[in-house]
Every structure is written in C-alpha cells, then in structure tokens.
C-alpha cells in the first residue's frame, strides 16, 4: 500500500489548478474596478479644489480691482461685469470679457478657465466660472462635479 502512494505523489507535476488561477483572476478583476472607480473619483474632486481655489483667488482680484477702479468689474467688461468671465457677449467689442479686464489692470497673471477648459457652456454638465451682480453683491459660480446640478 505504502509503495502506491508514493508513486503517486512522485508522478504530480508542481503548479497551480485552473480553479486557482481562475480565482486569482477574479480578485484582481475586483481590485482593479476598484481603484478605477476610486480614481474616478479623485478626479473629480481635484477639479473641484482647481474651481474652488480659482474662485477665491478671483474673489480677491476683483476686490483688489473694486479698491483701484471703484467697480467690481464692471465698467467696459463683459455685460456690465455679469455673465461668462471668457466672454464680452457680443463678440464686436467695446467690452472686454471680465477675465481680459482682470488680466490687462495686472490683477491676474493668466487667463482664468475651469479645469475642463471650457469658457462658456449650458445645461446641467455646464463646467465654466461665471459673474453675477445684483444690488445684494457680486457673485461668482462654479458647478461643481461632486455636488449635483438640478437646474440650470
């Protein structure tokens, strides 16, 4: 009986079955889904800390501006300062887009745009800065990736 089995063990070649490769296989099909969808993530919130960051620094550029020119960018720029910061919104002039305003008087050191490049947009995946004012105060909108938009 003895004999038997070490005949046995001696004709098994060394490796591994289908069934385990099949389960290596799987587990790094899961942890690659995995760290797609987390890096997808990553991504979008990256872009949200650009926009935010942009925002801010745009917030006291136009403050600095506000203090020399006694407007919120609004004299000559863009639809009396509201609207796209990268548009004049007639395109034959005499505005100068609110970005161009900024960027002539020194206030900005390069051309301000959202992270996917976009200068103007619509619709509820709109991703460009835009300029508001009213009589409550100047505002300033970025749609951010990591929030959802329900109107435009």
């Known amino acids: 009986m003895l004999k038997s089995l070490t005949l046995i063990s001696k004709n098994r070649q060394p490796g591994f079955t289908i069934v385990e490769l099949l389960i290596v296989i799987v587990v790094i099909g899961i942890l690659a889904a995995i760290s797609i969808i987390s890096y997808g993530g990553l991504q979008q919130r990256a872009r949200d800390t650009v926009r935010k960051n942009d925002l801010a620094q745009l917030s006291k550029?136009?403050?600095l501006y506000s203090v020399d020119k006694g407007d919120y960018v609004e004299a000559g720029c863009g639809a009396s300062g509201n609207g796209w910061?990268?548009?004049?919104y007639d395109g034959a002039g005499p505005l100068l887009s609110n970005n161009q305003c900024l960027l002539d008087g020194g206030y900005l050191s390069k051309v301000l745009k959202d992270p996917f490049g976009l200068e103007t947009c619509g619709g509820l995946t709109c991703y460009a800065y835009m300029k508001g004012s009213c009589p409550g105060g100047q505002y300033l909108y970025?749609?951010?990736e990591s929030l959802p938009?329900?109107?435009t």
């Open 61 to 63: 550029t136009i403050k």
């Open 142 to 144: 970025a749609h951010l």
């Open 85 to 88: 910061l990268s548009s004049d």
């Open 149 to 151: 938009q329900t109107a």
